[in-house]
């Protein structure tokens, strides 16, 4: 099966998960993925590829060399965003882009312009995969689960290079924060590994947000509006009011580069109860906590002005910027440079306004930077790949596995 088909046939596959799920995975729909990606490596002769009960999928490349040779993992995930429609995607590809506007919908007028998405300008005489711009595409990280086995049949066979032992792996429920919470990193028994859930071809990263989840729970007063008057607490205006609290001009929509964000993912609610869940960002882990001290702050103060227990948060830390995990190890950085300068490409390394699997798996003691797939867009209807940089991405995973058996 080639790169193409393979990604064509996992983002065939509806992977969203669910914050609002207790269970891992968070939804039952992301096990049909992992129990086909097990029935491919077996195919491949991947003889030990499971899925264990919390759906992560594992799988070995022995080595075909005696030489004293570092076991490498790589890493993708399974889910996809919940907040996009992410069922029936219709793929499409479009072959050496020309640089002009990419009709996507002809029925529903949804066309993406260079000048709207300035990615394009890159991808100029590339096959692209699209999608038909009523959902995402799922590149985020199917992409990347399609050039890891890409990588593998090319290890696999007959004339593979010599190389050590290398592990795959296939985590749920990323998206929501918690892909490494039951990662068997001692059973896995990498070294060192690579998450391959990036975006450009060339981008090896290594310095992530730090990242904090934040639930906002309103308990109201329900009275008759007639008699309302100095008894009713309506918790849906209460919400707003803590909304209109926190500052403005730190929303994702107003920020860039280093700037963090609290930004709103989702509310609801009526006079008797209404919530709000927001995710908070930044880069410096003492600013993430002054973020989180102005949310206390800010439910303290509308607690003194309604009642002790009218505003409760459930704040939870979901990673944390992995780049002191990774700088001790500067050879596994050195490993993806040479490999991606090696491919033709021009590494890249940016302060990522994201996090991927790899933040929380480096604190757990599998030092972990993540490397591009070709993919842009992610969580959005505009999403798309370069499959000529996918074929890229790949070159450089073997290229890493090449280079570290030299």
């Known amino acids: 099966m080639n790169l193409k088909d393979r990604f ?6 509806d992977t ?36 264990d009960e919390n759906g992560y999928v ?6 075909n060399t005696d030489k004293k040779l570092p076991v490498i993992g790589f890493i993708a995930h399974m889910d996809v965003v919940n907040d996009v429609p992410s069922d029936n995607i219709k793929p499409r590809l479009v072959e050496k882009y020309d640089g002009g506007d990419l009709v996507l919908n002809p029925e529903l007028g949804i066309v993406m312009r260079p000048q709207e998405y300035d990615s394009l300008h890159s991808v100029v005489g590339h096959d692209l995969i699209v999608t038909d711009g009523t959902t995402l595409l799922g590149a985020d990280d199917k992409a990347g689960i ?39 990193v001692e059973a896995f028994g990498a070294d060192f590994a690579y998450t391959v859930d990036g975006g450009a071809f060339g981008e090896i990263d290594y310095e992530t947000f730090n990242a904090s989840s ?16 100095n008894k009713m607490i309506n918790a849906a205006s209460v919400a707003m009011e803590f909304h209109q609290m926190l500052p403005a001009a730190q929303r994702p929509e107003h920020t860039e580069g280093r700037e963090g964000f609290y930004h709103l993912t989702s509310m609801g609610g009526s006079v008797e109860k209404a919530q709000l869940g927001y995710i908070l960002r930044d880069h410096d882990a003492e600013i993430l906590n002054a973020r989180k001290a102005l949310a206390e702050a800010a439910a303290e103060f509308l607690n003194q002005k309604y009642g002790e227990g009218t505003v409760t948060l ?18 596994i950085l050195d490993l993806a440079q040479r490999s991606i300068t090696a491919a033709g490409g021009t590494p890249v390394s940016n302060a990522v306004r994201g996090g991927t699997d790899g933040c929380r798996l480096s604190f757990m003691g599998l030092p972990c930077p993540n490397l591009g797939t070709g993919g842009r867009g992610a969580h959005g209807r505009f ?13 450089v995973l073997l290229g890493i596995v090449r280079l570290a058996a030299e």
């Open 16 to 51: 969203s998960s669910d914050l609002r799920s207790s269970t891992c995975p968070s939804t039952a729909h992301q096990l049909l993925l992992g129990e086909e990606l097990v029935k491919e490596m077996l195919s491949m002769g991947i003889s030990d590829a499971a899925m």
């Open 8 to 13: 064509l046939r996992y983002v065939s596959f």
């Open 314 to 331: 459930t704040l939870r830390d979901t990673y944390s910027n992995m780049v002191e995990k990774i700088l001790p190890h500067p050879e």
């Open 383 to 395: 999403e798309y790949v370069s499959l000529t940089e996918m074929e890229k991405c790949t070159e």
């Open 146 to 184: 399609a050039e890891i086995l890409a990588m593998a049949d090319a290890l696999l066979s007959p004339d593979a290079f010599p190389h050590g032992t290398v592990k795959i792996g296939f985590t749920p429920d990323e998206e929501i924060g918690r892909g490494a919470d039951l990662f068997p």
């Open 58 to 63: 594992t799988g070995t490349i022995p080595a």
């Open 214 to 229: 934040l639930l906002v729970t309103v308990t109201g007063l329900n009275i008759h509006p007639g008699y309302a008057k």
